[in-house]
């Protein structure tokens, strides 16, 4: 049997390609004569250019300010005269210097994600798609803008490059499905610490509306707490990261050629069914008459929710370890003897996934 293996990041404790590699050893311990095919995906979060680089261009590092201020090391990529940029390489919750607080979430600039547009900017890139997620900042792109020289000198140096936020998120600049009260908690903010946020934003957003950018109510503003208000603002567009990765890793082309998928995520639950990168796979995978199973630290759909997205069955880490703290401080090894008991009951049932004729 031939299995395409396509997972997306398990938040912050496994990378998409950690995450594939687990899945690899656990399933070819107990069915070593399948075909395994290493796919890690990304929504443009954490992973964006690792996975990206497994397929196209090269990979550069510019040394940015991170979001308190520490200059920190980031990878991008650049494809000819197209470059891919993770905000999360800048800005990432990773990269704070302890964990999220409303300290945190206030001072948290995308300053560094500025820096990494001038870098591609340098580079001579005139396409430059920008990985949305897993940010640690809700600073409106705030700093991003005062990287490149300001809001003026901002939009004249994007002038005549497709610039592009690879982002799934719909999520508005402001309000209670924006950026600080839906991300901020997220991110180390508490209830005062969002309004302040809120505020900030607000003004933000009147700023960028009085230059005749009115980019707030635009679906994905909030993304990456409002750095996609920022490439609005630039005259940046929208696509979804899992399209982005999918397009340019020959997912359908993989698709076309395997017996099943197994995909995952940190928490598979009712965010999971809007679209999001682990669904679309499942979809992708029905129209080929694929099946899809998917391993995940959290399960929280209904039986009825797994049929309807078409996903043939989900498996939580949390439920396998016992415990969410044993899954998240252990996840290599228990996402490695969970997919070992998955190949084991596909195993025991004689049956395959069905092959195309």
């Keep these: 049997m031939r299995v395409m293996i396509a997972p997306d990041s398990f938040g912050d404790t496994l990378t998409s390609a950690h995450a594939a590699e687990a899945i690899a050893r656990g399933w070819a311990s107990v069915r070593p004569e399948d075909e395994l095919e290493l796919a890690p995906q990304s929504d443009g979060g954490p992973g964006f250019v690792e996975v990206l680089a497994t397929r196209i261009g090269t990979v550069q590092f510019a040394d940015v300010d991170g979001p308190m201020g520490t200059s920190v090391r980031a990878r991008w990529l650049l494809d000819d005269t197209t470059a891919y940029i993770e905000s999360a390489q800048a800005c990432g919750l990773h990269l704070l210097d302890g964990p999220p607080s409303p300290l945190s979430a206030l001072k948290a600039s995308s300053y560094g994600v500025g820096q990494l547009l001038d870098a591609a900017l340098g580079s001579g890139a005139r396409t430059i798609f920008v990985g949305l997620g897993g940010s640690s900042t809700t600073d409106g792109g705030r700093g991003l803008i005062r990287a490149l020289g300001g809001l003026g000198s901002a939009v004249a140096r994007m002038s005549g490059i497709d610039l592009v936020a690879a982002s799934d998120v719909e999520n508005l600049l402001l309000g209670t499905a924006g950026a600080a009260r839906v991300f901020g908690p997220q991110k180390g903010a508490d209830g005062e610490t969002a309004d302040r946020l809120e505020e900030l934003n607000a003004d933000w957003a009147a700023v960028l509306s009085a230059a005749g950018h009115d980019v707030a109510d635009r679906p994905g503003a909030g993304a990456a707490g409002g750095i996609g208000a920022a490439l609005f603002a630039l005259g940046g567009r929208q696509q979804p990261g899992a399209v982005v990765v999918a397009e340019r890793t020959g997912q359908q082309e993989l ?10 995520e940190g928490k ?49 880490i949390s439920e396998f370890a016992g415990s969410v703290e044993v899954a998240m401080s252990d996840a290599a090894n228990q996402l490695e003897q969970l997919a070992a008991r ?16």
């Design 268 to 316: 598979f639950d009712s965010q999971s069914l809007r679209g999001k990168l682990v669904t679309r796979i499942a979809a992708a995978g029905g129209a080929t008459g694929v099946d899809t199973i998917v391993l995940a630290g959290q399960v929280t759909l209904t039986e009825d929710e797994l049929v309807a997205a078409g996903i043939a069955a989900a498996h939580s």
């Design 255 to 264: 698709l076309d050629s395997v017996d099943l998928v197994l995909t995952g």
């Design 342 to 357: 998955v190949a084991t009951e596909v195993a025991d049932s004689h049956v395959d996934p069905r092959r195309r004729a």
